[in-house]
């Protein structure tokens, strides 16, 4: 049976489940230093892609979307560690020594590491005629690298994966496979200058990815491209630096 392209329905029928281990530690001020520490382990499938079908949400066959099109979500993330904290410097006093300014500054810090999100296979030319343009290959191996072979030219095996027969649907799964993991590293520092009763001066001072660490895109996924496990592309923005004087009264 062929889907007639020109004909397209939308259904709510779709169905998802999520499970999470989440750890947390928690340090209230005390001594100037407070802190909190978060890791959350979790795995999040559906049969749908999104919301509204795209992306990898279009079907291979839309009359085998369960158990068929049951796969990882595409904002399933496996792994994801946080950090946040502050620290006030004591005031130091002393004969000679400006405590205004050496003491009360504040420090933050935010930490945030996470494992990869999935992404879907494709293939350059379809392979069955349904016309739903959502044609996956066969899965013959893994086509996961291990870690020390991994590398932007080459993120994922693609030998690992087949043209299906003409007319047959691919067996590789919905988003079978996982890009790069992020880290990122944030931090501040504020001072606040008291004048009078009713007025201070806040100095601020913050840094978005200190340490400019990239964060790179998914690689490309469509099999038999002649760009195929390449990662060509990144996400978020480099290190930033923002400075700024606030007045309160």
Not at 1 to 26: C, H, K
Not at 43 to 52: K, L, P, Q, Y
Request: hydrophobic share 35%; with cysteine; charged share 15%.
């Amino acid at each position: 049976m062929n889907r007639d392209p020109r004909i397209t329905y939308a259904l709510s029928d779709g169905l998802a489940n999520y499970q999470a281990l989440q750890v947390t530690s928690e340090k209230r001020m005390s001594h100037g230093l407070a802190f909190h520490l978060g890791y959350t382990w979790s795995h999040n499938i559906d049969t749908v892609g999104d919301d509204f079908g795209g992306g990898s949400g279009t079907p291979q066959d839309i009359r085998c979307r369960r158990p068929c099109e049951r796969g990882n979500s595409n904002f399933d993330t496996r792994h994801r560690f946080t950090l946040g904290s502050t620290y006030e410097l004591p005031v130091f006093r002393g004969k000679g020594i400006t405590h205004t300014l050496l003491g009360g500054w504040r420090i933050n810090a935010s930490a945030m590491m996470q494992s990869g999100l999935p992404f879907n296979l494709g293939l350059n030319n379809s392979a069955n005629t349904n016309g739903a343009g959502g044609s996956r290959p066969d899965r013959t191996g893994s086509g996961v690298l291990p870690a020390g072979q991994r590398s932007l030219q080459r993120w994922f095996d693609s030998s690992a994966f087949a043209q299906p027969a003409n007319g047959l649907f691919g067996n590789a799964a919905r988003n079978v496979l996982y890009g790069p993991g992020r880290v990122n590293f944030d931090t501040s520092l504020f001072k606040d200058f008291n004048f009078g009763e009713r007025a201070k001066l806040q100095f601020r001072s913050e840094f978005f990815n200190v340490f400019n660490t990239p964060q790179f895109g998914q690689p490309n996924g469509t099999i038999f491209n002649p760009g195929v496990g390449q990662i060509t592309s990144t996400v978020g923005a480099p290190r930033q630096i923002q400075l700024a004087l606030r007045v309160v009264f």
